[in-house]
């Protein structure tokens, strides 16, 4: 008995002696957090997608306080209202954020890119891109198995039956990023909206040279500079034989869409443009 009751009050001395060691530690180690932290983070959508920058919505908020600024910091589910509110809480200025949007820069529908032969592995873009080059013989283009589809938490993205391309629904995209880390050929990118919710950018990630790109796809760019030089706001460049459009400097005035031959140029939310008399046309 007296060996058991010694155990009990060695036992019992431990525990005490490593309770005030506990209890020491934690008030001498203590990290204080700003409260503010979590007044942010209670008025933030918790989707935790990244599309921020930041590892979730608590990661977010904590860089809000610690910034002591909102510029150049944006939650793209929230949008604008959300920061507005951050802005509240932190007595900041809110910073206006220009609207973004997915756009899938691919336009090797089933039409304009003939399959060569069939995939019969596992429906997934990542495992086709690093097994085999795709059914076509385009090698920079979407592999149509959904990916990005999947990624989408917030259901913006289809796959088109007809097309075989995936679909951005612009009212539900909240410009989040997560379909183009899921993207293995990079063809899916975040552009500004656009004045009026209106953008031109070239649908096309094809880097091989014009003859090859043009084989793989009937819409493939060529790299013929066609649209570089009538641009006159110096908004598109050609590298690597392809040709990108600059968001930040296109005005928006299509002069580049009439000039492509491959018709890689496309214009979102334009109304249809006026015919043409027919005596000017004939001319």
């Known amino acids: 008995m007296n060996s058991i009751l010694i155990a009990i009050i060695s036992l019992g001395a431990i525990g005490l002696v490593a309770a005030v060691i506990l209890y020491v530690a934690s008030k001498r180690f203590a990290v204080n957090e700003d409260p503010r932290i979590a007044r942010v983070a209670e008025v933030l959508p918790q989707a935790n997608c990244g ?17 002591g600024s909102l510029d150049g910091k944006l939650c793209p589910v929230g949008g604008q209202p959300t920061m507005d509110k951050v802005a509240a809480i932190l007595g ?81 995209c909240t410009a989040c990023g997560a379909c183009v880390k899921a993207c293995p050929r990079n063809i899916i990118e975040i552009r500004p909206k656009g004045r009026n919710n209106r953008r031109v950018y070239i649908r096309c990630v094809n880097k091989d040279k ?27 460049t050609l590298k690597d034989n392809l040709a990108y459009i600059d968001p930040a400097k296109c005005k928006a005035c299509r002069k580049c869409e009439l000039e492509c031959p491959q018709g890689t140029i ?12 027919q005596a000017e046309a004939e001319a």
Do not use: W
């Open 92 to 172: 900041l200025e809110p910073v206006a954020a220009e609207p973004e949007v997915a756009v899938v820069r691919c336009n090797g529908t089933c039409e304009n890119r003939p399959r060569l032969t069939q995939y019969d592995g596992v429906r997934s873009c990542a495992v086709a891109h690093a097994t085999y080059g795709g059914e076509t013989g385009c090698t920079f283009g979407c592999l149509g198995c959904g990916d990005c589809v999947q990624a989408c938490q917030f259901g913006a993205l289809r796959m088109n039956p007809e097309t075989g391309l995936p679909e951005v629904d612009e009212e539900r």
């Open 51 to 67: 599309g921020c920058g930041y590892p979730g919505c608590s990661g977010f908020a904590a860089a809000c306080v610690k910034a």
């Open 266 to 277: 496309v214009a979102v939310n334009f109304p249809p443009r006026k015919a043409k008399p």
């Open 210 to 236: 014009g003859a090859v790109a043009r084989k793989a796809c009937a819409a493939a760019c060529i790299g013929c500079g066609k649209c570089v030089k009538t641009c006159p706001f110096e908004a598109i």
